[in-house]
């Protein structure tokens, strides 16, 4: 649908705005109204497509009245977390591309290089603006650039290390830098920790003592975290008021603040962004805002505020898609049942207690279940010293979120043999959130850490198995890793070598295919079609991917070729480390490995994506076929010598 179409549908305002210099030109009035259309259009098209609505109808009026202070693409502006990023989308000329929003070819749900100059950075996880935007004032500064530089964190974001380390610098360098707290009181779900409950307390408060009695309340009743230190950083050495007042806390770091302002209130929120603009220094401007504001399903969904949801109905706000038993039910079901008869499990999340399925702990057993808010470095050193403390802790974080605590998972964890289960959901390339999102990394990147036991289970009994064994492990970390979506049906061994199950084998021992974790089904598609050509292949599941059991190796041995195809990166990766575990043991079977290139995949669908990269049951049963039937025409090949016979250099 073009924007002329749209127009009629959603606004006449809306139809006009091709740019940033189209708003600039609205008076007051109008903007209310396209405010009201900006909404209605997000939601229009978000029902279609599935994305992060929640978030963006909450920062419509902050992102109206930024683009008509700052002068992007000159002043740079950037979104923490980028989901966020919708309504610059909308006023930078990108109303067209929604129809296609997180789709094969169409709009990212980030901010993308690709698609605008008006875009800097992909920044799909948060807490990194901040240190984008210090980086850039810098330059800036010793560039003798008179150019704003501006970024949007969220106060979820703000729990995040990363932040803090650049505030740090933000205000020692003291360039021109404008931070805007985009405060909701959630990041996916509701803002867990100290920071949070210094800056709820302060949004829009009426007195310091009704305040100071609404957060003791709401502490006491967090189920997730129990009851946090109510007296925040200093504020028991300076007094209540500091802590109910965080201009406070950041003019201590040598900040300017200015707020809080009512954050869907345009005019103020403009004139405190003038304000901080013209100071000349760095300046944090605290505007507060509801998630999902403007549309009831979203303002009453308890769980997340219509953070990123499927496609849904646009007056009910229900799914569209039928309910399906996802690979997350599944683990939270079984962490529940395993928490129930072990008193030493405990569980963590990084701000993703419902996405993770932790939240179901957490309401079974709600004082052994801790979010950490989105620091998943802290999250895995804590753990360890959960398990110093003889308790066996499961972090349940996505994927594509460990790869930013390597160094605690080798250090803190691995290092010192703690028993940690880490549990990766949205394993391998989950589709329209792209390349920032795709959990491919983690069987290269983990596979080098000493002792680290990597579970890739295929369906759901084997990922309640695999479960059960990695918190059963009591010497060293786990990883128990699946992907996204609906779990595949359960697909039972024939046998079991070792840990490895044999999903299927022929009288013939042509190919060894080792299908790892949900690939178990694309395994057996394959095997049958490359029977019709007249070869055998037998399917093994390893279960346990790292370190590879001696049994697979043993295996591969009584075949003629191996394959293995994974859904992780082929650098580093199951099909490298099975390689190298068949060369150690002097195993000279060829062995050939299908997997994710290390490259940065488009967003698409999880199966648009798979079938690019050749990993559909049709194309790895022809790559299989040809690979076998060359290595029989080079056995049916005459050997040819050299002059003289002997075959040896004279």
């Known amino acids: 649908m073009s924007v002329e179409e749209d127009t009629a549908i959603h606004g006449r305002l809306l139809g006009t705005v091709r740019g940033p210099q189209d708003v600039k030109r609205m008076t007051a009035e109008q903007l209310d109204i396209l405010a009201a259309e900006i909404r209605d259009f997000l939601i229009a098209k978000v029902s279609r497509t599935g994305g992060h609505v929640g978030p963006n109808l909450g920062v419509v009026e902050l992102t109206l009245a930024m683009h008509r202070v700052f002068d992007s693409p000159r002043d740079r502006l950037l979104f923490d977390t980028g989901h966020q990023a919708y309504v610059h989308k909308i006023l930078t000329g990108r109303q067209d591309g929604f129809d296609r929003l997180r789709q094969r070819g169409g709009l990212s749900g980030y901010p993308s290089q690709a698609e605008s100059e008006h875009d800097l950075v992909e920044n799909s996880h948060?807490?990194?603006?901040?240190?984008?935007?210090?980086?850039?004032?810098?330059?800036?500064?010793?560039?003798?650039?008179?150019?704003?530089?501006?970024?949007?964190?969220?106060?979820?974001?703000?729990?995040?290390?990363?932040?803090?380390?650049?505030?740090?610098?933000?205000?020692t360098a003291g360039n021109s830098l404008v931070i805007v707290v985009n405060d909701n009181g959630r990041s996916y779900s509701p803002t867990i920790g100290g920071l949070a409950d210094h800056l709820s307390s302060l949004?829009?408060?009426?007195?310091?003592?009704?305040?100071?009695?609404?957060?003791?309340?709401?502490?006491?009743?967090?189920?997730?975290?129990?009851?946090?230190?109510?007296?925040?950083?200093?504020?028991?050495?300076?007094?209540?008021?500091?802590?109910?007042?965080?201009?406070?806390?950041?003019?201590?770091?040598?900040i300017k603040y200015v707020g809080p302002v009512d954050g869907h209130d345009l005019e103020a929120v403009e004139s405190a962004l003038r304000a901080a603009k013209n100071f000349g220094g760095p300046v944090i401007v605290h505007a507060v805002t509801r998630k999902g504001y403007g549309y009831r399903p979203a303002e009453e969904d308890e769980a997340d505020c219509f953070h990123g949801p499927g496609a849904f109905d646009v007056e009910t706000g229900k799914l569209v898609a039928a309910p399906s038993v996802k690979w997350t039910h599944v683990f939270a079901d079984e962490l529940v049942a395993i928490a129930d008869s072990r008193p030493d499990v405990v569980g963590i999340t990084a701000a993703m207690a419902e996405p993770t399925g932790i939240a179901k702990l957490a309401r079974k057993h709600p004082g052994r279940?801790?979010?950490?808010?989105?620091?998943?470095?802290?999250?895995?050193?804590?753990?360890?010293?959960?398990?110093?403390?003889?308790?066996?802790?499961?972090?349940a974080v996505y994927a594509t979120f460990l790869n930013r605590a390597f160094d605690q998972v080798l250090l803190d964890v691995a290092m010192h043999k703690l028993p940690v289960t880490f549990v990766l959901d949205?394993?391998?390339?989950?589709?329209?959130?792209?390349?920032?999102?795709?959990?491919?990394?983690?069987?290269?990147?983990?596979?080098?850490?000493?002792?680290?036991?990597?579970?890739?289970?295929?369906?759901?009994?084997?990922?309640?198995?695999e479960l059960r064994e990695a918190v059963a492990v009591d010497d060293g970390p786990t990883i128990v890793r699946f992907p996204t979506g609906t779990v595949a049906a359960d697909l039972p061994a024939v046998r079991r070598v070792g840990p490895v199950d044999?999903?299927?084998?022929?009288?013939?021992?042509?190919?060894?295919?080792?299908?790892?974790?949900?690939?178990?089904?694309?395994?057996?598609?394959?095997?049958?079609?490359?029977?019709?050509?007249?070869?055998?292949?037998?399917?093994?599941?390893?279960?346990?991917v790292r370190p590879v059991p001696a049994e697979l190796v043993e295996l591969a041995a009584a075949h003629r070729l191996v394959v293995t195809v994974e859904d992780g990166v082929r650098v580093g990766g199951v099909g490298d480390a099975l390689a190298q575990a068949m060369r150690d043991a002097d195993v000279r079977v060829p062995l050939r490995d299908l997997g994710v290139p290390a490259d940065w995949h488009p967003h698409g669908t999880r199966a648009q994506i798979l079938a690019d990269l050749g990993l559909t049951a049709q194309d790895v049963a022809r790559d299989v076929t040809g690979w076998i039937s060359r290595l029989d025409a080079q056995q049916d090949e005459p050997v040819s010598l050299p002059a003289g016979g002997s075959g040896a250099h004279n």
Request: charged share 20%; glycine share 12%; hydrophobic share 45%.
């Open 203 to 254: 949004r829009l408060n009426p007195g310091y003592e009704k305040i100071l009695d609404t957060v003791k309340d709401a502490l006491g009743s967090t189920p997730l975290v129990g009851r946090p230190m109510y007296e925040v950083l200093h504020a028991v050495k300076k007094g209540i008021k500091d802590a109910v007042a965080p201009q406070a806390m950041f003019e201590d770091l040598g």
């Open 126 to 171: 948060a807490s990194t603006a901040l240190s984008y935007a210090d980086g850039l004032a810098k330059a800036y500064a010793l560039r003798g650039e008179q150019r704003s530089v501006v970024a949007v964190v969220g106060d979820g974001a703000l729990t995040g290390g990363m932040c803090w380390e650049a505030l740090n610098n933000i205000a």
């Open 426 to 465: 949205r394993a391998g390339i989950t589709g329209p959130d792209g390349p920032s999102h795709y959990g491919m990394w983690d069987m290269s990147v983990f596979g080098v850490v000493p002792g680290l036991r990597i579970a890739a289970p295929r369906d759901a009994a084997s990922l309640r198995e």
């Open 502 to 544: 044999v999903l299927t084998e022929s009288a013939r021992v042509d190919v060894l295919l080792v299908a790892v974790g949900s690939f178990g089904q694309l395994g057996m598609e394959v095997a049958a079609r490359v029977a019709e050509q007249g070869y055998g292949v037998t399917v093994v599941d390893p279960r346990w």
């Open 369 to 395: 279940v801790y979010d950490v808010g989105i620091a998943e470095q802290h999250a895995v050193t804590s753990a360890a010293g959960l398990a110093l403390g003889g308790l066996h802790p499961v972090v």
